[in-house]
């Protein structure tokens, strides 16, 4: 399967821990994108990058939430002092960077679902 | 939070009817996406209709676009018990709030 992969999949963590999470995109793609998911709700933008580069921040990503990109192939996303309203589905996904203006579709993982006790 | 709303949240029809799932959104778009969300599963792409395209079909999947309105709809004909999922519309970085879809046997 050559299609987003996602680590780890769960993740229980006790409030105030660190925690990391990574994103491996389909291999030609240079656009990845951070996303996060509660029960009942659409996935909400945090985050994506253009190859290395990060190129938008969503202001729901407090100084708390940090993402890389170093290569411009995975990438991770790591959440300090986590808070309870950290838990969440965290989406990962990847796509071609757009021509003439119009997106592609993105490819998205399985999610890293983060609980926060 | 989304800048866009689906309706209904909720449908719950029998298999062999028909679905239609609305979005409305705020921003001017180059195109407008379609997603499907199995419980606890990421998201797969199911249709892309570009902003100069009025209505576009894939398989049982029927999508119209309407800029002056800033609207768009799926359609799922014929459905199936296997169509039971969430399905959200999305433009530029942004995800609406989905409709949950049960197709009932």
């Known amino acids: 399967d050559t299609g987003v992969s996602q680590d780890p999949r769960h993740k229980i963590t006790k409030r105030g821990q660190n925690v990391t999470f990574r994103c491996d995109p389909i291999?030609?793609?240079?656009?990845l994108y951070w996303y996060r998911q509660t029960l009942g709700q659409g996935p909400e933008f945090l985050t994506y990058?253009?190859?290395?580069?990060?190129?938008?921040k969503s202001r729901l990503l407090s100084d708390r939430f940090s993402a890389e990109r170093p290569k411009g192939s995975f990438s991770t996303l790591e959440i300090q002092r986590t808070e309870q309203g950290d838990s969440a589905m965290y989406l990962c996904?990847?796509?071609?960077?757009?021509?003439?203006?119009?997106?592609?579709?993105?490819?998205f993982g399985q999610g890293t679902r983060l609980t926060v006790v | 939070s989304q800048q866009g709303e689906e309706d209904p949240q909720a449908l719950s029809i029998q298999e062999g009817e028909n679905a239609t799932m609305n979005c409305s959104y705020k921003?001017?778009?180059?195109?407008l996406q379609w997603y499907r969300q199995n419980s606890g599963r990421g998201l797969v792409h199911l249709i892309l209709?570009?902003?100069?395209?009025r209505e576009k079909h894939s398989g049982r999947l029927r999508v119209t676009l309407d800029t002056s309105k800033k609207s768009s709809s799926l359609l799922i004909t014929a459905s199936r018990a296997a169509d039971t999922a969430s399905y959200f519309c999305?433009?530029?970085?942004?995800f609406g709030s989905g409709t949950q879809l049960t197709v009932l046997p």
């Open positions: 996904a990847s796509s071609s960077i757009p021509g003439q203006g119009a997106n592609t579709e993105a490819f």
């Open positions: 291999s030609e793609h240079n656009r």
């Open positions: 990058f253009q190859n290395e580069a990060q190129l938008e």
């Open positions: 921003t001017s778009i180059n195109n």
């Open positions: 209709i570009r902003s100069n395209e």
């Open positions: 999305a433009w530029q970085l942004t």
